[in-house]
């Protein structure tokens, strides 16, 4: 099994081409992220230490990558002692090898939490495969199972999908023609489904927010009190995570705890953060396990210019803050990790070989940085990668790429000032069949047809800046102002 | 003062108007404008399309071609984020002391074009005259990369008789982006799309900015869409002394005077 499966899918923008054209969806995006940011804004707005905050988040994410083979290892140990069972996995195949053997004695069901490192594995497909039916008791998550769906958002999966949508899956789902619109309604129903598979489930899947290695345990955060339940009902618990989780001390919770609530969902603390540590005779799960996932994060980890990808804390407050995202919604990506993270997450995790056309899905606005609560500057990575990606082509094809040809001839260009004064006058002279009645370019031949597609241009002027500071003399009295 | 003015590689080409207007307003403000006559591209367009070797000539050559000027007029903001956010690094991944020296000792003389108004010439008031209805839109890189937070809006409420009306989302990108116009035409278009809906709320005649970039786009979707709104980089309204009918996207013919 290949991770991050989705991303053999077409190139961004062809995969963004039908989403927008989707009406429906990317008003339900602008109207998710919309509540999410003004949510977000309030509650960061009330810190006066926001930025100190970020610091801090920053520089615990940093030193622990630093120190990250000592801390994983500590964690190991710390949670063996605790009574928990701690397994390495190289890659999605591994991890899923691990966890199908161990959910062997759960009836042929397992209650899930959350959790994009486990689609990132495709741990669902890899149960179904076994025999065991994963059931997912997130709102969200169970949105996108029942819809036979795929999540759109590292936080809010489901954020494509607007109320009416989501009554008409579960009426349909649960066989209720019936039931309401409200958000009452919603919950309830999904609350009646998911009873019965709390009560009667032995084995519960999760993914962790944090792994704490000073002693052990590990913590999630959410909203629903679906995680509470499964984290204490089941007889076995197996928590994956990435490599990338762990954090050194309980204390640095102090600040994780108050950068990410505000910055995911624009809470001020989640109403659940559940902490465990080992296991407990007579109190919640028996059986522990955590499965610690590599799966190429040890490869991000080599290159310092893209190794900050790694301090994320998936709170998708990049997502919700992408102007790209906001009209593509996140399949575009082809990826469980959409919008800026997942742009430069998913060709990362796919050792640059797929998922080559996500560092481009960005104007570089920034946008994405400035929200960011452990400051990955996600610019920078994105353009780092696309010069992986430019230089990763073979020799013989960049001598064939058009763009690569055009980049280098620019470049000649721009070397000498004669060449660019002569390349301004050939531009003019090779307008002039380009030029419409209007007096605009309206459609360019080549690469260049991107910018006709929804804009006409403006024909080079007659004469350069340059020729006319040239010529200038004596200074003139008036601006040409048309 | 000795400004040196960086023209850049796309004001030089298709907005000399620009180029003239900030000559003017420096003028009018009792200082001397020079054109080092080599300059051609910061190397922005190679450096964040991922060619960035490529992009490494094209810095040294800025560098080598304005190291010596005491201030450095550069009437875009996206030019001076590349030179501000990448230069230093760029240095440094090449390896060369003397390079990153001058780098260091250079940059804190280039100013962005409202930058250098505000921050250095301590002027807010340009002794402009301009009777539109305008609004600013901050583009990303002035907005994020050089924080020259509410500068541009300063300037140009001194303006005589201009009415100034706030946009609306005014932090969301216009969807420019560079080469991200062309590779990702479709998504860039609706991004131009919202953008130019609050354009339109706002019932201005004239869209300003600190980047030619972001309205080369907006301008260009407009007059596809024959939409009576025009573009003016800033520094054309804040050159602007006598009453004129403002740019509209639809009349222009792109005529230089
Ligand atoms: S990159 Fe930053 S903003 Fe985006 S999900 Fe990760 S932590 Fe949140």
């Known amino acids: 099994m290949t991770p991050v499966k989705e991303c053999a899918a077409p190139d961004f923008p062809t995969a963004a081409l039908p989403l927008l054209h989707d009406i429906q969806l990317r008003s339900n995006v602008r109207h998710a992220t919309d509540v999410i940011q003004g949510k977000r804004f309030r509650v960061v707005s009330e810190m006066p230490d926001w930025q100190s905050l970020r610091e801090t988040g920053q520089r615990t994410r940093e030193h622990t990558l630093q120190y990250l083979d000592s801390y994983l290892e500590q964690f190991e140990e710390r949670c063996t002692a605790a009574g928990g069972h701690v397994h390495w996995a190289r890659d999605a195949a591994e991890a899923n090898r691990i966890v199908v053997q161990m959910a062997q004695n759960a009836m042929g069901r397992a209650i899930k939490i959350k959790s994009m490192t486990t689609e990132e594995i495709g741990l669902n497909r890899a149960l179904e495969a076994a025999g065991i039916q994963p059931i997912e008791t997130d709102l969200a998550e169970l949105i996108i199972q029942l819809g036979h769906d795929k999540p759109s958002h590292i936080v809010v999966p489901a954020l494509h999908k607007n109320r009416q949508q989501i009554r008409e899956l579960f009426a349909y789902a649960m066989g209720q023609p019936h039931l309401g619109d409200r958000p009452e309604d919603l919950t309830e129903a999904a609350r009646l489904y998911l009873r019965q598979q709390f009560m009667h489930t032995p084995v519960a899947i999760s993914g962790a927010n944090f792994l704490i290695a000073e002693t052990g345990g590990v913590c999630i955060v959410e909203s629903e009190g679906n995680g509470r339940m499964c984290l204490t009902l089941p007889r076995t618990l197996i928590t994956i995570a990435g490599i990338d989780k762990v954090i050194p001390n309980f204390r640095d919770l102090e600040v994780l705890l108050q950068l990410l609530p505000r910055s995911a969902t624009g809470e001020r603390m989640n109403p659940y953060n559940s902490l465990w540590t080992g296991v407990h005779p007579g109190d919640g799960p028996q059986e522990f396990h955590v499965v610690l996932l590599d799966n190429r994060r040890t490869e991000i980890l080599r290159d310092p210019e893209a190794r900050e990808t790694l301090h994320c804390i998936r709170c998708g407050a990049c997502q919700n803050a992408c102007p790209v995202y906001r009209q593509t919604g996140g399949h575009a990506y082809s990826s469980v990790y959409a919008g800026p993270i997942g742009a430069i997450l998913t060709p990362q995790l796919a050792l640059m070989k797929e998922g080559q056309s996500l560092p481009y899905a960005s104007s570089l606005c920034g946008a994405c940085y400035e929200v960011c609560p452990v400051k990955i500057n996600i610019p920078e990575v994105l353009i780092h990668l696309r010069g992986r990606v430019v230089n990763a082509r073979p020799k013989y094809l960049r001598a064939l790429d058009l763009e690569a040809i055009a980049m280098r001839g620019m470049q000649w260009v721009f070397l000498s000032k004669m060449r660019l004064q002569l390349a301004q006058r050939l531009g003019r002279v090779a307008q002039i069949p380009w030029i419409r009645r209007s007096g605009w370019i309206e459609r360019l031949p080549g690469m260049l047809g991107g910018w006709t597609r929804t804009r006409d241009l403006r024909p080079l002027p007659p004469q350069s800046f340059r020729e006319w500071f040239q010529k200038r003399s004596p200074l003139p009295t008036e601006v040409p102002h048309e | ?257």
């Open chain 2, 1 to 257: 003062m000795r400004i040196a003015l960086f023209i850049t590689c796309y004001n030089d080409t298709l907005f000399p108007e620009t180029g003239i207007a900030v000559v003017r307003v420096l003028e009018r403000l009792g200082h001397t404008i020079v054109f080092p006559d080599a300059q051609t591209c910061c190397g922005q367009m190679h450096y964040n399309t991922g060619y960035q070797a490529e992009a490494l000539p094209l810095v040294r050559r800025f560098v080598e071609i304005f190291r010596d000027h005491e201030v450095v007029c550069v009437p875009s903001s996206s030019c001076v984020a590349m030179m501000r956010e990448h230069y230093a690094k760029i240095a440094a991944a090449a390896g060369d002391a003397k390079l990153q020296a001058d780098v260091e000792a250079l940059l804190p003389r280039v100013y962005e074009f409202t930058e250098l108004l505000v921050h250095r010439l301590g002027v807010e008031d340009v002794g402009a005259t301009y009777p539109h209805r305008v609004t600013y839109h901050a583009s990303c890189h002035s907005l994020r990369s050089l924080h020259v937070g509410d500068i541009p809006l300063r300037l140009l409420s001194k303006v005589r008789d201009i009415s100034l009306i706030p946009l609306p989302s005014l932090e969301q990108c216009c969807g420019f982006g560079g080469t991200f116009a062309i590779k990702n035409a479709d998504v860039s278009g609706a991004m131009l799309e919202e953008k130019i809906k609050c354009i339109q709320h706002t019932n201005a005649e004239v869209c300003t900015a600190c980047d030619n970039s972001c309205l080369m786009h907006l301008q260009g979707a407009m007059h596809r869409q024959r939409l009576e709104v025009g573009t003016a980089h800033i520094a054309q309204i804040l050159a602007s002394e006598h009453i004129s009918s403002p740019q509209s996207s639809s009349k222009r013919k792109g005529k230089i005077g």
